[in-house]
């Protein structure tokens, strides 16, 4: 049987760069417009976006997540340091692409140094500078439709609240009844640590951060593309109270990490014995991927 892997929509990039995802969110999520204002996609404007989630909503089945998790959070990808693995996902930027020549690791830094001008906790700064290095999925293989985009529950009904609902009308489990109840496969309040999200940067990255950063940076790093629940108030039936108390640690991080993109590129080399001293803090020389 044919499966998703073996078709040729698995290699289709339909955004012309990773950084087009984190262009469509900072104006979908602007400061200072309504939530009606925000909540217009237009899929003749951003005909790339809504390719992109017509394919993310098709393919990301549970069959398809439970697959992913089983071949990514065993964690055999190899050993890096954070550099190495900063340094990696820098070929992910498209030199063609005339809107920024900032690279990825530029990109963390903005919003790490963002979240260090504020003054909070080191531990907080680390998760600016590492929330987005799951996106070396795409170096493995993996489509940009599996790797960025808003994240959701899977085996269960969809909210509404998910950018483009209508495209989930073409994932197999849209037809299963038995994941299109409100709770589906899973109880009332289970908490968000037994519900199965759409695969994606953010679950592998706090796969690999789980044994070396604090849980508030852990709910950071797994639940920041999950804008129906953190800013619609989406799959509450499915949180436990802790996890409610915890979605507000991702709001705080989500600010910096819609708005603190800028032209002015960060002076690496000043700064980088700031960041060699924080990675010693938390991690050892090398981390498994």
């Given at each position: 049987m044919e499966t998703v892997a073996d078709t040729k929509i698995f290699t289709d990039a339909p955004l012309k760069d990773i950084d087009e995802w984190d262009e469509f969110?900072?104006?979908?999520?602007?400061?200072?417009?309504?939530?009606?204002?925000?909540?217009?996609?237009?899929?003749?404007?951003?005909?790339?976006?809504?390719?992109?989630?017509?394919?993310n909503h098709q393919y990301q089945t549970l069959d398809?997540?439970?697959?992913?998790?089983?071949q990514y959070f065993g964690l055999d990808k190899g050993m890096?340091?954070?550099?190495?693995?900063a340094e990696f996902l820098n070929t992910l930027v498209d030199d063609s692409d005339p809107d920024t020549d900032l690279t990825q690791i530029e990109h963390l830094l903005q919003t790490s140094e963002a979240i260090r001008k504020d003054g909070h906790p080191r531990?907080?700064?680390?998760?600016?500078?590492?929330?987005?290095?799951?996106?070396?999925?795409?170096?493995?293989?993996?489509?940009?439709?599996?790797?960025v985009?808003?994240?959701?529950?899977?085996?269960?009904?969809?909210?509404?609240?998910?950018?483009?609902?209508?495209?989930?009308?073409?994932?197999?489990?849209?037809?299963?009844?038995?994941?299109?109840?409100?709770?589906?496969?899973?109880?009332?309040?289970?908490?968000?640590?037994n519900v199965h999200m759409s695969f994606g940067h953010d679950g592998y990255i706090g796969e690999v951060m789980k044994n070396y950063m604090p849980e508030e940076s852990l709910y950071m790093l797994r639940y920041h593309s999950f804008y129906s629940a953190h800013r619609h108030g989406a799959?509450?039936?499915?949180?436990?109270?802790?996890?409610?108390?915890?979605?507000?640690?991702?709001?705080?991080?989500?600010?910096?990490d819609l708005y603190s993109k800028g032209h002015t590129k960060p002076d690496i080399a000043a700064i980088k014995p700031y960041y060699d001293d924080l990675f010693a803090e938390f991690f050892p020389a090398k981390i498994a991927w």
């Open positions: 969110l900072v104006g979908r999520y602007q400061e200072g417009k309504t939530e009606e204002q925000f909540r217009q996609y237009d899929a003749q404007a951003n005909p790339g976006v809504a390719e992109f989630y017509r394919l398809y997540v439970l697959a992913k998790e089983k890096k340091s954070i550099w190495e693995a531990w907080f700064v680390l998760t600016g500078f590492i929330h987005d290095l799951g996106k070396v999925l795409c170096l493995w293989g993996e489509p940009q439709w599996g790797v985009g808003d994240t959701f529950p899977v085996g269960c009904a969809y909210s509404d609240q998910i950018v483009y609902p209508e495209y989930f009308k073409a994932n197999p489990d849209f037809h299963k009844p038995e994941y299109q109840t409100k709770y589906g496969i899973y109880e009332p309040n289970c908490g968000l640590e799959y509450r039936h499915l949180m436990s109270q802790h996890d409610v108390e915890m979605l507000e640690w991702v709001n705080k991080f989500n600010v910096y």
